[in-house]
Protein backbone atom coordinates (compact mmCIF):
# COMPACT_ATOMS: atom_id res chain seq x y z
CA UNK A 1 0.00 0.00 0.00
CA UNK A 2 1.73 3.74 -0.36
CA UNK A 3 1.14 6.41 1.80
CA UNK A 4 0.86 9.68 1.75
CA UNK A 5 0.91 12.20 4.82
CA UNK A 6 -0.75 15.80 3.59
CA UNK A 7 1.43 18.74 5.78
CA UNK A 8 -1.99 20.78 6.00
CA UNK A 9 -1.14 24.65 6.53
CA UNK A 10 -4.14 26.43 7.34
CA UNK A 11 -5.54 27.76 11.03
CA UNK A 12 -8.70 27.34 9.40
CA UNK A 13 -10.51 23.55 9.29
CA UNK A 14 -13.80 24.92 7.63
CA UNK A 15 -12.02 27.26 5.44
CA UNK A 16 -10.72 26.94 1.79
CA UNK A 17 -7.67 25.09 1.65
CA UNK A 18 -9.46 22.20 3.89
CA UNK A 19 -11.95 21.71 0.51
CA UNK A 20 -8.70 20.44 -1.04
CA UNK A 21 -7.09 18.52 1.12
CA UNK A 22 -10.25 16.86 1.76
CA UNK A 23 -11.03 16.09 -2.24
CA UNK A 24 -6.90 14.99 -2.20
CA UNK A 25 -7.15 13.10 0.75
CA UNK A 26 -10.81 11.11 -0.50
CA UNK A 27 -10.04 10.34 -4.24
CA UNK A 28 -6.21 8.79 -2.94
CA UNK A 29 -8.22 6.19 -0.36
CA UNK A 30 -10.24 5.37 -3.01
CA UNK A 31 -7.38 4.36 -4.58
CA UNK A 32 -6.39 2.39 -1.73
CA UNK A 33 -3.59 4.53 -0.19
CA UNK A 34 -3.12 5.03 3.46
CA UNK A 35 -3.87 9.06 4.24
CA UNK A 36 -2.54 10.94 6.97
CA UNK A 37 -3.15 14.77 7.40
CA UNK A 38 -1.45 16.33 9.83
CA UNK A 39 -2.82 19.68 11.24
CA UNK A 40 0.14 21.49 11.57
CA UNK A 41 -1.43 24.38 13.56
CA UNK A 42 -2.22 21.86 16.45
CA UNK A 43 1.12 20.55 16.61
CA UNK A 44 4.14 22.60 18.69
CA UNK A 45 6.55 23.11 15.95
CA UNK A 46 9.66 25.50 17.51
CA UNK A 47 11.61 27.41 14.39
CA UNK A 48 14.63 25.87 13.04
CA UNK A 49 17.77 27.62 15.25
CA UNK A 50 19.98 27.40 12.47
CA UNK A 51 22.63 25.00 14.50
CA UNK A 52 23.02 22.57 11.96
CA UNK A 53 23.14 19.80 14.49
CA UNK A 54 21.22 17.55 12.33
CA UNK A 55 22.90 17.53 9.20
CA UNK A 56 25.68 14.48 9.93
CA UNK A 57 22.64 11.84 11.17
CA UNK A 58 19.57 13.81 10.57
CA UNK A 59 18.21 14.64 14.18
CA UNK A 60 17.34 17.68 15.26
CA UNK A 61 18.06 18.97 18.78
CA UNK A 62 14.79 20.41 19.20
CA UNK A 63 12.25 17.84 21.27
CA UNK A 64 8.83 18.68 19.89
CA UNK A 65 6.28 17.55 17.04
CA UNK A 66 8.70 17.49 14.48
CA UNK A 67 9.78 13.95 15.18
CA UNK A 68 6.28 12.94 14.60
CA UNK A 69 6.04 14.80 10.99
CA UNK A 70 9.46 13.48 9.87
CA UNK A 71 8.27 9.99 10.73
CA UNK A 72 4.91 10.20 9.07
CA UNK A 73 7.05 12.08 5.75
CA UNK A 74 9.99 9.32 6.51
CA UNK A 75 7.34 7.01 6.10
CA UNK A 76 5.27 8.62 2.91
CA UNK A 77 5.62 7.83 -0.81
CA UNK A 78 4.00 11.27 -1.34
CA UNK A 79 4.07 14.58 0.38
CA UNK A 80 1.15 16.84 0.37
CA UNK A 81 1.91 20.55 0.91
CA UNK A 82 -1.52 21.91 1.31
CA UNK A 83 -1.95 25.73 2.09
CA UNK A 84 -3.29 29.22 1.76
CA UNK A 85 -1.32 31.87 0.12
CA UNK A 86 0.08 33.86 3.16
CA UNK A 87 1.71 37.36 1.60
CA UNK A 88 3.01 35.32 -1.62
CA UNK A 89 4.37 32.48 0.46
CA UNK A 90 3.19 29.58 2.42
CA UNK A 91 1.48 30.22 5.69
CA UNK A 92 4.11 30.33 8.87
CA UNK A 93 2.81 26.84 9.93
CA UNK A 94 3.60 25.11 6.94
CA UNK A 95 7.19 27.21 6.74
CA UNK A 96 7.84 26.22 10.28
CA UNK A 97 7.75 22.42 8.60
CA UNK A 98 9.37 23.52 5.52
CA UNK A 99 12.95 25.53 7.55
CA UNK A 100 12.68 22.89 9.66
CA UNK A 101 12.97 20.03 6.66
CA UNK A 102 17.07 21.28 6.48
CA UNK A 103 17.21 17.75 8.81
CA UNK A 104 16.25 16.27 5.61
CA UNK A 105 19.72 16.77 3.97
CA UNK A 106 23.08 15.87 5.05
CA UNK A 107 26.34 17.55 4.72
CA UNK A 108 26.81 17.07 1.55
CA UNK A 109 23.63 18.24 -0.08
CA UNK A 110 22.08 14.59 0.16
CA UNK A 111 18.67 13.81 0.46
CA UNK A 112 17.42 11.63 3.26
CA UNK A 113 13.97 11.53 1.10
CA UNK A 114 14.85 11.27 -2.26
CA UNK A 115 12.95 9.90 -4.44
CA UNK A 116 9.49 10.16 -2.98
CA UNK A 117 6.79 12.40 -4.40
CA UNK A 118 5.54 16.07 -3.42
CA UNK A 119 2.23 17.82 -5.00
CA UNK A 120 1.18 21.01 -3.84
CA UNK A 121 -2.35 22.69 -3.54
CA UNK A 122 -2.68 26.42 -2.68
CA UNK A 123 -6.21 28.90 -2.39
CA UNK A 124 -5.97 32.38 -2.48
CA UNK A 125 -8.05 35.41 -2.77
CA UNK A 126 -6.72 36.74 -5.50
CA UNK A 127 -8.21 36.01 -9.09
CA UNK A 128 -4.42 36.70 -10.34
CA UNK A 129 -2.69 33.63 -10.51
CA UNK A 130 0.57 35.59 -9.93
CA UNK A 131 -0.38 35.59 -6.54
CA UNK A 132 0.67 32.37 -5.86
CA UNK A 133 3.80 32.58 -7.91
CA UNK A 134 6.62 32.86 -5.43
CA UNK A 135 5.29 30.38 -3.10
CA UNK A 136 5.71 27.90 -6.41
CA UNK A 137 9.14 29.01 -6.80
CA UNK A 138 9.96 28.27 -3.41
CA UNK A 139 8.37 24.98 -3.82
CA UNK A 140 10.12 24.20 -6.88
CA UNK A 141 13.34 25.09 -5.26
CA UNK A 142 12.81 23.19 -2.50
CA UNK A 143 11.86 19.79 -4.01
CA UNK A 144 14.88 20.76 -6.39
CA UNK A 145 17.18 20.50 -3.45
CA UNK A 146 15.52 17.45 -1.23
CA UNK A 147 15.40 15.09 -4.63
CA UNK A 148 11.44 15.31 -4.30
CA UNK A 149 9.79 14.68 -7.81
CA UNK A 150 7.15 17.26 -7.94
CA UNK A 151 4.28 15.57 -9.44
CA UNK A 152 1.66 17.83 -9.72
CA UNK A 153 -0.17 21.16 -8.40
CA UNK A 154 -3.43 22.47 -7.50
CA UNK A 155 -3.62 26.44 -7.51
CA UNK A 156 -6.92 28.33 -6.42
CA UNK A 157 -7.60 31.75 -6.94
CA UNK A 158 -10.42 34.06 -5.99
CA UNK A 159 -10.87 31.78 -2.53
CA UNK A 160 -12.77 34.42 -0.55
CA UNK A 161 -12.71 33.72 3.54
CA UNK A 162 -15.91 33.27 3.30
CA UNK A 163 -16.53 32.13 -0.44
CA UNK A 164 -15.55 28.49 -0.89
CA UNK A 165 -13.24 27.05 -3.78
CA UNK A 166 -14.47 26.73 -7.12
CA UNK A 167 -15.76 23.38 -8.25
CA UNK A 168 -13.25 23.32 -11.10
CA UNK A 169 -10.46 23.38 -9.00
CA UNK A 170 -11.80 20.55 -6.33
CA UNK A 171 -12.39 18.47 -9.65
CA UNK A 172 -8.25 19.45 -10.66
CA UNK A 173 -7.41 18.34 -6.94
CA UNK A 174 -9.35 15.20 -7.89
CA UNK A 175 -7.98 14.21 -11.35
CA UNK A 176 -4.48 15.50 -9.71
CA UNK A 177 -4.78 12.38 -7.40
CA UNK A 178 -5.97 9.77 -9.71
CA UNK A 179 -2.87 10.75 -12.32
CA UNK A 180 -0.54 9.51 -8.95
CA UNK A 181 0.90 6.17 -9.47
C1 LIG B 1 -2.50 36.67 6.70
C2 LIG B 1 -3.12 36.48 5.35
C3 LIG B 1 -2.39 36.75 4.21
C4 LIG B 1 -2.96 36.55 2.95
N1 LIG B 1 -2.19 36.83 1.85
C5 LIG B 1 -2.71 36.64 0.61
C6 LIG B 1 -1.93 36.90 -0.56
O1 LIG B 1 -0.75 37.27 -0.50
N2 LIG B 1 -2.51 36.73 -1.77
C7 LIG B 1 -3.82 36.32 -1.91
O2 LIG B 1 -4.30 36.19 -3.02
N3 LIG B 1 -4.58 36.02 -0.81
C8 LIG B 1 -4.06 36.17 0.45
N4 LIG B 1 -4.81 35.86 1.56
C9 LIG B 1 -6.13 35.22 1.40
C10 LIG B 1 -6.04 33.70 1.62
O3 LIG B 1 -4.94 33.13 0.95
C11 LIG B 1 -7.30 32.94 1.11
O4 LIG B 1 -8.49 33.49 1.58
C12 LIG B 1 -7.21 31.46 1.44
O5 LIG B 1 -8.12 30.73 0.65
C13 LIG B 1 -7.50 31.17 2.91
O6 LIG B 1 -7.42 29.77 3.13
P1 LIG B 1 -8.21 29.06 4.33
O7 LIG B 1 -9.67 29.28 4.10
O8 LIG B 1 -7.81 27.65 4.27
O9 LIG B 1 -7.75 29.74 5.58
C14 LIG B 1 -4.28 36.07 2.83
C15 LIG B 1 -5.02 35.80 3.99
C16 LIG B 1 -4.46 36.00 5.24
C17 LIG B 1 -5.28 35.68 6.47
Redesign the pocket.
Known amino acids: MKNAVILF????K??????LAGAMSAALKEKGWGVRTLYLNDLNIRPCQGCYVCLPDGVCRINDDMKDVRKYIMESDLIVYA???????P?GQLKLVMDRSIAFMDENFGSRIEGKKAVTL?????E?MD??RPAIEIFEKTFDLLKVAYAGRVD??G???Q?G?KREYIDKTRALAESLA
Open positions: GSPRKGNTVETPIYWFGSTTFGDDSCAPCQPGV
